[in-house]
């Protein structure tokens, strides 16, 4: 379909990678540097993309309060470069943001037209990497998403496992909630707009989330993996899981302890549906034990 992919390091980049198609191009950050501006403006002049899936993001979160310059440098300028990048080629550009966009005093789950309040440097650098996008091409998508796992790179339920086998007793935080969603389920489905995108048809532009469901806190999330990791062979026993508050875990960056997002507009304006994480953590379990 034509399709280039930055980031393609990263949990979804990777993803993205091996579901990729005759003329498409996958760019990790050794292949193009998205801080140079120059860089990717001869990248996408010469390759002349259709569409493009940014899928690269400084996602450190406690780091970035250290290092706002690098947080900056990814998610809020890389992202105008790519921007304007597409706008001269013509190109869509498909691009992942966060929840974290949200201060998660919200009761419900947020939509995505409230307005964004983030708590940290992370979140307000990918909130300005949204305003740069919005301001510089108006044929793109951003798709917001939420407490990522998958089979690549670093996150929560490779942290469990890894500590699960080594420990009786693991202490998680049950006052924060949100949306478990799969690399695999977001790569899926990015593929599927940029499919439609390279058709031609008339996709109504704008901001969407995409999150898994049901919600649950990070202890709730825990204690699934356990229970699938065991039944999955991929650990011997489950330690038991402690609930504990933010307070008893404090952390240089703030959380959002509300991070569910609700679908209902990508629902009706883009068919999306929400992925069952529960679902997808079972197939996840399934591929670790035979990798």
């Not at 390091?9 to 498409?24: I, K, N, P, S, T």
């Not at 990814?74 to 929840?99: K, R, W, Y």
């Not at 569910?260 to 549906?273: F, I, N, P, W, Y």
Request: net charge negative.
């Amino acid at each position: 379909m034509n399709l280039l992919i930055t980031g393609a390091g990263g949990q979804v980049g990777r993803e993205l990678a091996l579901r990729l198609g005759g003329g498409d191009l996958a760019l990790d950050r050794a292949a193009l540097d998205l801080t140079d501006a120059a860089a990717v403006g001869a990248t996408l002049a010469h390759h002349r993309p259709r569409v493009v899936i940014n899928a690269a993001a400084y996602t450190a979160v406690d780091q970035a309060e250290q290092d706002p310059e690098a947080a900056n440098a990814i998610n809020a300028a890389a992202v105008a470069h790519l921007a304007a990048a597409c706008a001269a080629v013509g190109a869509v550009l498909i691009h992942l943001s966060t929840d974290y966009v949200f201060d998660g005093t919200a009761a419900m789950p947020y939509t995505d037209d409230q307005p964004a309040a983030p708590l940290g440097v992370y979140g307000a650098s990918k909130w300005a990497g949204e305003q740069a996008l919005r301001a510089a091409l108006p044929q793109h998508l951003i798709l917001r998403v939420s407490w990522v796992f998958g089979q690549f790179g670093h996150n929560f339920v490779k942290t469990m496992l890894r500590v699960g086998r080594d420990r009786d007793l693991l202490k998680v935080v049950a006052d924060q909630r949100g949306g478990p969603t799969a690399a695999a389920d977001i790569a899926d489905t990015l593929m599927s707009l940029a499919r439609r995108a390279a058709q031609a048809e008339a996709l109504p532009w704008g901001t969407y989330h995409y999150a898994g469901q049901p919600f649950v806190s990070w202890h709730g999330f825990a204690e699934a993996i356990f229970a699938e990791a065991v039944a999955a062979g991929v650990l011997d026993r489950a330690p038991q899981v402690q609930a504990i508050s933010t307070a008893e875990y404090p952390t240089p960056a703030k959380r959002p302890a509300q991070s569910s997002l609700d679908m209902q507009r990508s629902v009706a304006q883009l068919g999306l549906q929400p992925p069952d994480w529960r679902a997808s953590l079972h197939t996840l379990m399934q591929d670790l034990k035979a990798s």
